[in-house]
């Protein structure tokens, strides 16, 4: 582990540097503790890890891409400081290539993150917008279901109205139909008429004849009176006749 | 429970005794299905109530004025409030489903109950009691008064089998054994008519809006509508005298009546039928064989509940448009909780002979079941 040399590596990377080996240390030590038993030794490395996770999650955040944004503007200054200090000519000229080089990938990597940051912004809009939009359509739907829901009561209603239209056209069904019955009513009335009419008729003939023999028998009988009272008064003469005759006698 | 320990000598009957006698004590309490009491040491307690939820029928129930809270009345008189909000969201636990308070109203069976916007009447045994929504909740609930009607004679106590609430008049109409319909005014508690035409006692009572008329029906397989101005019988319909109705093998009485102001739904001995008032003519008849003990209109639906353990569901032309299975092997109640201040607690709750009060929250399937 010590074998690294300290000379390329800045004051960041050395702390990380420094934090592998402590981690390492832990690490070491948690397995010494796990082997004599001591629990929990996880506990105590879940503790140093997280501290370490912390450290090595700001560092990436500040380093974006995490492929040493950082380290190249730091190597670029000393291999221009190198540059500065250097002697022969091809060197230099190498130097200032390589610098140049250096230069253009920082100033392209930085144009990336530039567009990248517009790219988000742009998201974003693009996002708000979409949510209100899902917002008004969620504010549409719940009134459409309102208006449903009103909707089915209504219908149910006339459901309802019709099955009791049903109900009752069917009892009604059942009894006969109301011309007919007037009809059949109509005809049973002429008929009534009709026999009436027949009824007096007869009733008239039957008076006219009893009177005709009212008369018949009267006069039958008055005759008979007459008969009789003739009968009588020849007789009476007959007495008279035979008492005026023993008269003159004597 | 207060007063269990003085209401559970009547619930052992002899024949329990015999068979405990001669040994089959676990057949004789029925608990080969509560193999849990068979397993431990159990306080007498446990097995007492373990019995008392096994043979518990509920008569009937009722919804309070904020919607948010059931009440059913079982027949050991006792009433027992279940909040339906805390039941119906959505961290709801299996306590949400016991009664948050139950406390002993009355004596004998509670028949019936119904809910002013701010009292509970229940009625059972002869007696009207009222208690205030308000203070139900509490511990030690204690009536807010009690009436009874003036019955002809004073030895027998007939029971009160319906209760009905007239609010154009603010008077309540009781019904039961002595075959009168007593008229109580609420706010004097004076009783002021009694309607007397039923030859054998009543069973169920309705309302009819438009002119504000009663109906009864009862024993005596005939329903009577009252007009309750002139305190006078208006019609009458004798339904087992219909042939297309009547069950003469079911007997003619008349167990449920539900109105809908030109339409009536009678049903019991006789099969469930669709009356049309006006012309008192049975218009549909519901092919349903087992006798009907609850029925209401819905929407366009009529909801019927009896001897099956379905509620059924019927369109006006006499389809059966769905049976939905619920928990207790007979139903004798259905509640619709229509209260315009909980409606997310929208729900149908039936109960009949068993402990459970199933909750329906969509008409289609059984949510879950609210237990005593």
Known sequence: MGAVTDEYLDHREKEELHLLQAHCVVLVTAVNYTEEGLAPAWGREAIVYNKINEVIRKRLLIDGDGAGDDRRINLLVKSFIKWCNSGSQEEGYSQYQRMLSTLSQCEFSMGKTLLVYDMNLREMENYEKIYKEIECSIAGAHEKIAECKKQILQAKRIRKNRQEYDALAKVIQHHPDRHETLKELEALGKELEHLSHIKESVEDKLELRRKQFHVLLSTIHELQQTLENDEKLSEVEEAQETSMEADPKP | ?372
């Open chain 2, 1 to 372: 429970m207060p007063g269990s320990e003085g209401a559970g000598e009547e619930l052992f009957p002899e024949s329990c005794f015999a068979l405990a006698l001669r040994g089959s004590w676990t057949l004789a309490w029925g608990l080969e299905s509560h193999p849990e009491i068979l397993r431990g040491p159990n306080t007498k307690m446990e097995v007492f109530q373990t019995l008392q939820r096994l043979h518990m029928t509920i008569f009937s129930q009722s919804v309070s004025p904020c919607g948010k809270f059931l009440a059913a009345g079982n027949n050991y008189g006792q009433i027992a409030v279940f909040s339906l909000s805390a039941a119906l969201s959505s961290e709801a636990k299996e306590e949400s489903k016991k009664p948050v308070v139950t406390f002993q109203a009355h004596d004998g069976p509670v028949y019936s109950m119904v809910s002013t916007d701010r009292h509970l009447l229940s009625a059972g045994d002869g007696e009207v009691k009222a208690w205030l929504w308000a203070e139900i909740l509490k511990k030690g609930c204690k009536e807010l008064w009690r009436r009874q009607p003036p019955y002809r004679t004073s030895l027998e106590v007939p029971e009160i089998n319906a209760l009905l609430l007239v609010p154009k008049e603010n008077s309540l109409i009781l019904a039961g054994g002595d075959c009168q319909l007593h008229a109580m005014d609420l706010e004097t508690g004076a009783f002021t008519r009694a309607l007397r035409g039923h030859t054998d006692y009543i069973h169920c009572l309705a309302l009819r809006e438009r002119s504000p008329e009663v109906l009864s029906g009862g024993e005596d397989g005939a329903v009577r509508l009252w007009d309750l101005r002139t305190a006078k019988e208006v019609q009458t319909i004798e339904v087992y005298k219909h042939e297309e109705c009547s069950r003469p093998h079911n007997g003619r009485w008349i167990g449920c009546l539900a109105t809908d102001s030109d339409w009536m739904v009678c049903g019991g001995g006789p099969a469930l039928t669709l009356w049309h008032l006006r012309s008192s003519t049975p218009t549909t008849i519901f092919p349903m064989r087992a006798p009907q003990k609850h029925v209401t209109f819905y929407q366009d639906l009529i909801l019927s509940a009896g001897q099956g353990r379905c509620v059924n569901q019927w369109q006006l032309s006499g389809e059966l448009k769905a049976q939905v299975p619920g928990s207790s092997p007979g139903l004798l109640s259905l509640s619709l909780n229509q209260q315009p201040a909980a409606p997310e607690c929208k729900v149908l709750t039936a109960a009949g002979n068993s402990c459970r009060v199933d909750v329906f929250t969509n008409l289609g399937y059984r949510a879950f079941s609210l237990s005593f």
